[in-house]
């Protein structure tokens, strides 16, 4: 196939500016908002597939960015991630990133989970025998998470560019994890298991704890399901007031302890708080 040199021209301005694009996404900055121009500190966000993986890219910016640039390079740059990563090989690594459960981190990990470890290991320690096994496990789990401190903000693309109160400035490091979707959900708290099960569609929470199995010491009323994007919602359990409510995969269904040790009555808010902050 033969192109003329208009065609040649016209794709070479074309790679270059992707190239230059690509190279320098300091440039992306939005031109409708003022930004500092105070010397200010380069920083890097790093992007992962999943914190369980080490592989990752580094995203270096000279200064402040709005969100919406920080998402254009990520995606961008998408294919840079080892394969291994990618679920699908077909896919565009777009169309691989399970957007519902994406999130973006201050650091690893959250300064609260070592003290909500540590409550639990001391609770465990004032209830009776047929209990501690409960919180152990709990205890046990939360140490084996991925929990940092999440910025609870919008990362949908198209929000992010329409809204400007969801296109936050960006001047320091973070960790953004673009995670595939996970074909399971986890079941934690005042169960006989806590572990992670394999989700189905229009499962409830109640049928997810019958697979782990309730307590005596559980909430039988209510279940905390934790959504992949933070949310936090109250899911009815009991067989008077039972209502279906979607739960979807990589959520987190929580059952309380009850009847708490005096000085730890706070422990319910402080777990289910920290698990909001847990990553793909």
């Known amino acids: 196939m033969v192109y003329s040199l208009e065609h040649l021209y016209q794709q070479s301005l074309a790679a270059i500016l992707a190239l230059a694009l690509l190279?320098?996404?300091?440039?992306?900055?939005?031109?409708?908002?003022?930004?500092?121009?105070?010397?200010?500190?380069?920083?890097?966000?790093?992007?992962?597939?999943?914190?369980?993986?080490?592989?990752?890219?580094?995203?270096?910016?000279?200064?402040?960015?709005?969100?919406?640039?920080?998402?254009?390079?990520?995606?961008?740059?998408?294919?840079?991630?080892?394969?291994?990563?990618?679920?699908?090989?077909?896919?565009?690594?777009?169309q691989s990133i399970y957007?519902?459960?994406?999130?973006?981190?201050?650091?690893?990990?959250?300064?609260?989970?070592?003290?909500?470890?540590?409550?639990?290991?001391?609770?465990?320690?004032?209830?009776?025998?047929?209990?501690?096994?409960?919180?152990?496990?709990?205890?046990?789990?939360?140490s084996q998470f991925e929990i940092g401190e999440r910025v609870f903000t919008p990362l949908d693309y198209d929000l992010v560019r329409i809204n400007k109160a969801s296109n936050p400035l960006v001047s320091e490091p973070m960790t953004l994890v673009l995670p595939s979707r996970p074909?399971?959900?986890?079941?934690?708290?005042?169960?006989?298991?806590?572990?992670?099960?394999?989700?189905?569609?229009?499962?409830?929470?109640?049928?997810?704890l019958k697979l782990v199995g309730t307590t005596s010491y559980g909430d039988n009323s209510i279940a905390t399901v934790i959504q992949p994007d933070g949310v936090i919602e109250q899911h009815p359990i009991a067989y008077w007031n039972k209502g279906h409510k979607d739960i979807a995969p990589g959520a987190i269904i929580y059952l309380g302890f009850n009847n708490l040790p005096a000085g730890y009555q706070s422990l319910n808010d402080e777990i289910i708080n920290l698990l909001r902050n847990k990553a793909l």
């Open 99 to 142: 957007w519902t459960g994406t999130g973006i981190y201050k650091h690893f990990p959250h300064p609260n989970k070592a003290n909500v470890i540590s409550q639990l290991e001391k609770v465990s320690e004032l209830v009776d025998a047929d209990e501690n096994s409960g919180f152990q496990q709990l205890a046990t789990q939360l």
């Open 183 to 208: 074909d399971s959900v986890w079941v934690l708290g005042a169960v006989q298991h806590n572990s992670e099960q394999p989700w189905a569609t229009r499962s409830s929470a109640s049928q997810y």
């Open 23 to 94: 190279a320098a996404p300091q440039v992306l900055a939005n031109d409708n908002e003022k930004v500092d121009t105070a010397p200010t500190s380069a920083f890097t966000i790093e992007v992962f597939n999943s914190r369980h993986q080490a592989e990752h890219l580094q995203l270096y910016y000279p200064q402040p960015v709005r969100l919406e640039q920080i998402l254009i390079g990520t995606v961008a740059n998408l294919s840079l991630l080892p394969k291994a990563q990618l679920p699908t090989a077909q896919q565009e690594p777009e």
